[in-house]
DNA sequence: CACCAGGCAAGTA
DNA sequence: TACTTGCATGGT
């Protein structure tokens, strides 16, 4: 006899409302890594603009990206928002690729879940969302992302403490949930889909909110 | 017009 | 340690 998992049940019925969301989006593991960056605190509709820019500049592959000035990936990026920091984040993963990883993406996504998280932990412009995104999206590996809308969400029913940090978070999501970078994959998704018209402020969910039945009140 | 989006780092006290 | 601010575009 198991008591019942929340985390579980949460996501089944999320995923039984919503279907799979078919994370990540593009192609490859080079352009998912672009992608991470250029989505920080910005709508992945303007991502998709800034992508296709550097796509049509033949700027989307490590070296082109390495041989490129600033302000020639700036202005590409510019729809993303964050420009010129982004082209400096950007920078600094393809030179700490380069350094540990002989300039293959793929020695970076098939080292072991905590070196590679440690490694891209300490490149300036990367914390822990974009990096377990990019060990998760990119690299298959059974790591759990949070990001606002978990904290906001699950900690407004008592299901996460409000004062938490991140990794905090992401234990107890991991210690109830199997190991599975599948389930990993489409649960942080369906979170991010939910969190777009989750009714935000004050503690009962509106009469209209699609989740009053999922969540506990 | 205001507000938000698939964060993170740096500055201040 | 605990806040606050800068970064910037495009959609609603």
Redesign the pocket.
């Known amino acids: 006899m198991q008591a019942k998992n929340i985390f579980l049940e949460i996501y089944e019925l999320l995923f039984e409302i919503y279907g799979p969301?078919e994370?990540?989006?593009g192609n490859g593991p080079f352009e998912?890594l672009v992608?991470?960056i250029l989505?920080?605190?910005?709508?992945?509709?303007?991502?998709t603009?800034a992508i296709e820019n550097l796509k049509s500049r033949k700027l989307l592959s490590f070296c082109a990206l390495e041989a490129a000035s600033h302000q020639e990936i700036?202005t590409a990026i510019?729809?993303?928002?964050?420009?010129?920091?982004?082209?400096r984040?950007l920078k600094n993963l393809l030179t700490m690729i380069r350094d540990c990883y002989s300039g293959e993406v793929e020695n970076l996504l098939a080292d072991g879940t905590e070196n590679a998280r440690n490694q891209l932990?300490g490149?300036?412009?990367?914390?822990?969302?974009?990096?377990?995104?990019i060990l998760l999206?990119g690299g298959g590996h059974p790591i759990f992302v949070v990001?606002?809308?978990t904290h906001r969400i699950f900690s407004r029913h008592q299901l996460v403490p409000e004062e938490s940090y991140?990794e905090e978070i992401q234990d107890l999501f991991m210690e109830a949930l199997p190991s599975k970078a599948q389930l990993f994959n489409e649960y942080h998704?369906l979170i991010?889909r939910i969190?777009?018209d989750y009714c935000?402020k004050k503690k009962p969910l509106c009469e209209s909110c699609p989740l009053r039945d999922i969540f506990p009140q």
């Open positions: 969301q994370w990540w989006p998912m992608g991470a989505t920080q605190n910005t709508n992945w509709q303007n991502v603009k700036a510019k729809p993303s928002g964050y420009y010129n920091i982004k082209t984040r932990l490149v300036k412009g990367i914390g822990p969302e974009t990096a377990d995104s999206y990001d606002a809308y991140y998704a991010v969190g777009k935000k």
